[in-house]
């Protein structure tokens, strides 16, 4: 059984940095082929495809905000952390992590957690 | 990337059907057979309910069904449910390993 979930702070000022975590189980991401991604939803909008780890270590960034995020991997711990520095308040959205399938379609998604920015 | 473009609304009487489109450009949806359909009730995680264009994973009902021509990708739901009324996006593959997600729709049952 597939499981992620999403941990970090709920508020972040303005121009920090915030690290979260996507703890997940049911699959290794030392296994060829396996990949995750982060995605967010600002409240009310759509959703916004940000970062994606590969089993190699290979690791893909939206183009608009690549400067900015950072995604690493802990096999050991089956864990994935995505950074973004540099926050603002329109930063303020659920952040999401999820299972990439073939490279193609997110399959198994985590509840989200709500990050919210402001002083 | 530009996000995809959907009809911010389509409703429809329970046991009809509905469509919902998704036009991008030659390098996303018309330049891979990689769109996904996402299924999003308030407060809850998207829901995969179809990928690669009309490919539908276990346990999604048969009512739901996807198809392509060109730059614009189609959702359809048959025999509209009352559990079905809920926001629903789409994604395409957009090349080197990126993705670009639809605007949204949210789906109405009258």
């Known amino acids: 059984q597939v499981t992620l979930k999403e941990s970090g702070p709920a508020l972040v000022k303005p121009t920090q940095t915030l690290t979260l975590t996507c703890t997940f189980s049911g699959f290794s991401l030392s296994t060829s082929g396996m990949r995750v991604s982060w995605i967010r939803q600002p409240p009310g909008k759509a959703l916004e495809w940000l970062a994606r780890?590969?089993?190699?270590?290979?690791?893909f960034y939206s183009t608009s905000l690549k400067t900015r995020l950072t995604i690493s991997k802990d096999t050991s711990k089956n864990q994935v952390v995505l950074t973004m520095t540099n926050m603002d308040p329109v930063d303020t959205a659920t952040y999401y992590c999820?299972?990439?399938?073939?490279?193609?379609?997110?399959?198994?998604w985590g509840q989200g957690t709500l990050v919210t920015v402001s002083s | 990337q530009s996000a995809l473009t959907q009809p911010a609304s389509v409703s429809g009487s329970p046991g009809q059907s509905i469509t919902i489109s998704c036009t991008g450009t030659s390098s996303d949806v018309g330049g891979y057979n990689y769109v996904s359909w996402y299924q999003q009730h308030p407060g809850k995680a998207p829901k995969l309910m179809i990928y690669?264009?009309?490919k539908r994973p276990s346990g999604v009902s048969n009512r739901f069904s996807g198809s392509k021509s060109g730059n614009t990708a189609s959702l359809t739901i048959s025999g509209l449910q009352a559990e079905d009324e809920a926001d629903y996006y789409c994604c395409s593959y957009a090349g080197s390993s990126t993705y670009v997600f639809g605007t949204g729709t949210k789906v109405t049952v009258l």
């Open positions: 780890i590969d089993w190699d270590d290979d690791k």
């Open positions: 999820a299972r990439v399938y073939g490279g193609t379609y997110f399959d198994y």
């Open positions: 690669d264009v009309s």
